[in-house]
């Protein structure tokens, strides 16, 4: 397997733009989560998805942000309109409930820079 | 509310020092713990994990064990290498949870 794919890897816009990050998850993994990682917040939870459906999406940080998982094997994350305090990376992870403890296999991540 | 607290970076050692990076958690359950290491550019990876008390995971040469009396999961390695610079984060996830809780990552220099 490939691994977690995400595109793009960097992205640089104005702010104001909509963004929209994409991640493919591993085959057969039924969790997908996003993350992002900032030097001050470090690593918080965005949203995660079960099946495809979202189960909790309390770390989204504004109504600004939007994700979604129309099949297995795909989803995006969607912030419009950007500003520049969004700018951070974004890792989108899966894992697979039947392996026992969820070991999550993260993305290279999308690195985000609004001006 | 469940937490990972970890010791603060910057840690620099030089090549085959001793290294410890201490992890202390707070969880109402019986969670399962990890390490996860994140080399420059990239994302997270597993490093080693144990599900339950006085379980010893290991990886790579670093190891760590999980300490119920104490809330603890001390990272260990006994000769570290350059290659092991990175940025390395403990975690848990909590009985029947689906959710990884990450501590704030200690960053690692280590100098040839």
């Known amino acids: 397997d490939a691994g977690v794919i995400q595109s793009p890897r960097h992205e640089v816009t104005e702010m104001g733009q909509e963004v929209t990050l994409r991640c493919k998850p591993i085959?057969?993994?039924?969790?997908l989560f996003w993350y992002r990682q900032t030097m001050m917040r470090g690593l918080e939870l965005l949203i995660y998805f079960n099946n495809n459906v979202p189960i909790d999406d309390s770390g989204m940080p504004e109504d600004r942000f939007s994700a979604k998982m129309p099949n297995a094997s795909f989803s995006t994350l969607k912030i419009q309109p950007s500003e520049p305090r969004d700018s951070a990376v974004y890792f989108c992870?899966?894992?697979?409930?039947?392996?026992?403890?969820?070991?999550?296999?993260f993305g290279a991540g999308s690195r985000l820079t609004v001006l | 509310g469940d937490s990972v607290t970890q010791m603060e970076g910057p840690v620099t050692l030089s090549e085959e020092a001793f290294l410890t990076i201490n992890c202390t958690y707070t969880?109402?359950?019986?969670?399962?713990l990890f390490w996860y290491v994140q080399y420059p550019g990239e994302g997270l990876q597993l490093l080693l994990k144990a599900t339950k008390a006085d379980d010893k995971g290991s990886n790579k040469g670093f190891e760590a064990t999980y300490r119920k009396e104490t809330t603890s999961f001390h990272l260990e390695k006994g000769s570290v290498q350059v290659s092991d610079s990175a940025v390395y984060f403990c975690?848990?996830?909590?009985?029947?949870?689906?959710?990884?809780?990450f501590g704030a990552g200690t960053r690692l220099f280590v100098k040839a």
């Open positions: 975690a848990l996830i909590n009985t029947g949870g689906f959710k990884t809780i």
């Open positions: 085959s057969g993994h039924d969790y």
């Open positions: 969880a109402t359950g019986y969670p399962s």
């Open positions: 992870a899966s894992s697979h409930t039947g392996s026992g403890a969820n070991v999550l296999t």
